[in-house]
């Protein structure tokens, strides 16, 4: 059985008219960071074994032009500037999963 779950734990008190955000405190956007989680319970893998779990999230998938854009957290520590964004309502991912009974995320 694998779990999912969202950590909407940073989901509170959402300024619109506030940039930045405790993840891209530089960012002249309002942004919101949340987590997509994952938990591998009943497969038994051992120590040469793993699962890769990929992963879809779209934002606002029923407009025409979407006004939210997602980036995965580690974008924001690569060193590129806010300019160099790529501003897209799609994120596409993969988690290698290799112990069972535990949360594996990615924060966005």
Not at 21 to 45: G, K, M, N, V, W
Request: net charge negative.
């Amino acid at each position: 059985n694998i779990s999912t779950r969202i950590d909407d734990s940073k989901l509170q008190a959402i300024d619109p008219g506030q940039a930045g955000c405790e993840h891209d405190p530089q960012s002249s956007y309002t942004c919101f960071q949340f987590s997509a989680c994952f938990r591998l319970d009943s497969l038994i893998l051992d120590s040469k074994s793993a699962m890769k779990i990929k992963f879809k999230i779209l934002a606002e998938p029923n407009k025409p032009v979407s006004r939210v854009w997602l980036r995965i957290e580690d974008e924001l520590t690569s060193g590129g500037a806010e300019s160099d964004v790529v501003k897209k309502n799609k994120i596409e991912h993969t988690l290698l999963i290799q112990e069972q009974g535990r949360d594996y995320c990615t924060s966005m």
